[in-house]
């Protein structure tokens, strides 16, 4: 199927909602990104491309790169992963301390905050530089070598992250995490600050498209099984609090970020990314969100 | 696809399961059955039925039913449903208050026990016989004019329910029920009544994997995007506090009863219903979900 | 000491407080009640009474006949109460249903709605007429057979009444309500809708102050233990979730209703009542509490 | 009013008690101390002292430090410190997240660790010296220079400190720490390392019952009003999560630690101190309690 036209057509239809909703402020590397930007990237398992909008912009990839990190720590650490982190949606919103109190330091998921400190936390287990593992991680998964962190913001959540350091300390308490807080911190916020554009991001997801195989080398990744499995995580726990209604308008497996970013997948099909920054109440890109709506409309693809 | 040696393969590999986990026993009608029963029945698109273990034997649907009352509900008041319901798992134990007093008495989903209180409450409005009128309902998707109520259960769990009448009242206060309580309850607990056995709950589901379409015959009853976002409700809501687990392990959308019955969807290829009264601590069938996980793994086949 | 000098100040520096706040209008017989109303009686073991503002004006008495039916309950059944109700501050909204659901069904305190509703459930175990039983206890408290109930507002109570109903089932699920739900429920409301004015409230919280004894005739009610527990609970739980903040700035064991009135005692000295309908956010009287407040200011007394 | 036979008949009575519970153990240093350990003073404001058990042996006063440090900051900012912290009791756990994150960050009262960490950080703006001043004021009170910090506990408990680390992380992502985290922290563990025995104690509350003057140099360190509200703080807030508990059996505001000791006052007359290391389940000293409601049920005094 070709997909520029359609995705022509939802960039037209989308763009009255550009800039409504609110850019994630509360780091100012982050306050000064343009509301109105927005890209979409369609990658499919052939090797066609389709893009509309500023889709070479690189942006904060922020919650998306917690895909990245659970992928490399499932890889190694297979199913005992579940033993320190749960896979249930978490019914509140992202950084909530209440569940955590309630469940004894086992976070509900992977890509709650909480959950993604303790993944962090297992990458000092199997890699030597967790730091420079998961960027080489991403750089195969694009063939794109010029992918890197962004100090300035990683510097910057670390100094306002107080919410994550009383999760991390909080863990710690419930001994859910092993090695030195502030280590974990600044690795937690490095990944984080990641950036990427739409083309990339496409790119690194069709490994989930794709069976847990790399497209661009072959080299596999998770297994099929392992793969459907985190799919089915994104499925019910990747965009924050809203996973049900993201779910429920878009039919896809995916994972936003605070930077406006969503990534997603169809299996067996494509991978898609888009990019708009101003988000809506729940922390998801308010016209990403619709723009991944119109896709399934319109190509009547979905997992449902 | 020729599922039955797949099926009775999976009997055999669940047979040490059975008796595992703990039968209903809140109300003498559930807590009499046998914990050894086990059922499947595969039913696909092409009119293929394939059964292994005691898929004549009819048992109480229980939850399974809010996906009918839901159905009728969304296809007669369609996206209007959204004021007095949401869409999100609720991650709390199935009849949890707690979020529901956060919520201001707007439930988190319409298969938890408060969204399928005001689910029923709907049916007032847009139903002449309520009561009869789902029955019929059902009997139209299966085809079978033996499906009925079973009073004892109803009687008894109206006796015994006090957590649903508080429920009740409890959205009452807060304005999200209309009607007479005591027939929204009447009629909430006549509904998880019905029994069916797997066969009649394979067909009934049927519509759920042809797009809407009653393939008995050729009927409408959902638009095919309201069937895909029922479908996409079943993933994220479908199995309790365990939606994110069977949505991890099975990879199917599908609704559990604590009759011990699930029954589930492939969109475009088949309905499965599986029965095994013995339960897992979060009151789904432990056998079932085992056979259903089995089935993904053995067929490849899933929706990620 | 002579009060009367001392609350016809007190009335002056409150006038500029009548009518802020809210009247409580959740059924129409309390919110067609004069905002402007005020009114104080002092009673002390003397047998003195000082009285400003409409001190012989009926209002209803609400929240402020727990006391009464706790009083009853303790006097009959001592220490095994315990085992139904906690005596623990809430730190939640006066009929929160969180805390119950955490907490396994038994009420933090007896002066939440829900451990109200278990001690009225109690009164059917040692009451032959508990209606009238209760009224009668607190005639005898009074010397006035002119105290009655106010039927307009029980039965407008309990046709609004969704959340007690709630709770009541929701204690009966946890088998905390032991006889028929509509019979605690119209028993609670009743002793709810009891009105009295300010110099009947003073008069019947004497025997608090008495050490248990009912000064009118000498008539022992609690035990010395049983009267300065009960005064403990007043001081911990009696104003809603206000309780803090009541002993901070007016240092009395006391109860609050929310038709306005609060009364409270020093022990060993005087007990003291105060009216005023307007009420402030947690639901108790706004110039109430601050008449109470200046009056432990005034006088030096208070029991710390 | 002689408590010498008081007391020692005390002693006798809870000695089956002694050693039931269990020490704290979270840090070695605590978890070493023999559990049947018991002393009682009692000093009234006529200068009499009245001792049984090991009334030399300090230990440490934990969270009875609380007090001292409230006091403090009470008297140098009076009430805007209610802009920071609140003043009702928790209904939670001492140390728990969840009613933080409910209420914006701040504390439900200075007692819990929550706010006893906002009120450790408020020392910063008013003390030069905030370690050796918080030390030197209570000196001051007890007339015994030898009072210090246990350096071993102060270390032990920052380096297993997560919990209070968390809190400490959440309320600065609230902006209610203004320095330093680590330095607050330090500060706390300080205070909180601080030993004394009962002698110590009971004289350092007598100016609690004394109107707010310290009875050896007639030096005022609070006013009436707010040593009366200080008093009502701790009948409200003293016990952990059995406040209520408290108020029911001992009647008397006071301040428990999990070090095992206990410090009361009743108004006017007397301070209390005891200490037995086991504690309940609630973190109070089991015997300590059982001493106390013995005493005030012994004398017929207490503050109701």
Not at 17 to 26: E, M, N, Q
Not at 96 to 124: C, H, W, Y
Not at 172 to 179: E, L, T
Request: glycine fraction near 8%; proline fraction near 4%; charged fraction near 20%.
């Amino acid at each position: 199927m070709n997909y520029q036209q359609i995705i022509e057509d939802i960039y037209e239809e989308v763009k009255p909602l550009l800039g409504k909703g609110k850019v994630a402020d509360y780091i100012p590397a982050l306050a000064k990104v343009d509301p109105n930007e927005f890209a979409i990237t369609v990658a499919d398992l052939e090797g066609n491309k389709y893009h509309v909008g500023n889709f070479e912009q690189k942006f904060s990839i922020q919650s998306i790169s917690k895909v990245y990190t659970f992928a490399v720590a499932f890889s190694h650490l297979g199913d005992s992963i579940w033993q320190r982190v749960g896979r249930e949606p978490s019914g509140n919103p992202f950084n909530s301390l209440v569940q955590l109190e309630k469940e004894d330091g086992i976070p509900r998921n992977p890509f709650i905050n909480a959950g993604a400190l303790v993944i962090t936390d297992m990458l000092f287990d199997v890699l030597k530089e967790p730091r420079a593992d998961i960027l080489q991680f991403i750089i195969g998964l694009t063939g794109d070598s010029s992918i890197d962190f962004d100090k300035e913001v990683a510097t910057s959540e670390r100094e306002n992250g107080y919410r994550n350091a009383a999760l991390a300390n909080f863990l710690r308490s419930h001994n859910n995490i092993n090695y030195d807080i502030e280590e974990v911190l600044n690795l937690y916020f490095c990944h984080c600050s990641i950036t990427m554009n739409t083309n990339e991001l496409a790119n690194s997801f069709l490994f989930l498209a794709n069976g847990g195989v790399n497209p661009l080398n072959n080299e596999r990744i998770l297994s099929l099984s392992q793969t459907k499995r985190l799919n089915a995580l994104m499925m019910t726990c990747g965009a924050y609090d809203e996973a049900g209604d993201f779910a429920f308008r878009v039919g896809m497996p995916g994972k936003s970020g605070v930077g406006g970013g969503i990534a997603a997948v169809i299996p067996g099909e494509l991978a898609i990314a888009v990019w708009s920054p101003a988000l809506n109440a729940k922390g998801n890109s308010l016209a990403g969100v619709q723009a991944l709506e119109l896709f399934t409309t319109k190509t009547g693809k979905s997992v449902f």
